[in-house]
Nanobody, 127 residues
Framework: QVQLVESGGGLVQAGGSLRLSCAASGGTFSSYCMAWFRQAPGKEREFVAAISWSGGSTSYKDSVKGRFAISRDNVKNTVYLQMNSLKPEDTAGYYC????????????????????WGQGTQVTVSS
């Protein structure tokens, strides 16, 4: 059983930055591909970014490419999401998850391909 705890969300003006963290415990963190998903009110949860177990491969939703960066520290058992040039449409609850599968290339994972989830952290971008 893996426990995931997100932090770093908050209220920021458009054009600002936030760095989300997701600390893992209770499992072999370095053996999992990891992902960030987000869910806005009234919308389905959607893929944002993913990273391979080694950190050597990443994938992103098209609308965040060039603005967001996912990274991981396998010593600290933590995955990060650096979010720059934030837009109001980035407003959502952000969730980290372990992935049950890992693919190369810019693959869009679905929530059904995640097995453990954190409780989420809210990101609100004001215009």
């Amino acid at each position: 059983q893996v426990q995931l705890v997100e932090s770093g969300g908050g209220l920021v003006q458009a054009g600002g930055s936030l760095r989300l963290s997701c600390a893992a415990s209770g499992g072999t963190f370095s053996s999992y591909c990891m992902a960030w998903f987000r869910q806005a009110p009234g919308k389905e949860r959607e893929f944002v970014a993913a990273i391979s177990w080694s950190g050597g491969s990443t994938s992103y939703k098209d609308s965040v490419k060039g603005r967001f960066a996912i990274s991981r520290d396998n010593v600290k058992n933590t995955v990060y999401l650096q979010m720059n040039s934030l837009k109001p449409e980035d407003t959502a609850g952000y969730y980290c998850a372990t992935l049950s599968v890992c693919y190369s290339g810019n693959y869009y994972y679905t929530p059904s391909q995640a097995n453990y989830w954190g409780q989420g952290t809210q990101v609100t971008v004001s215009s």
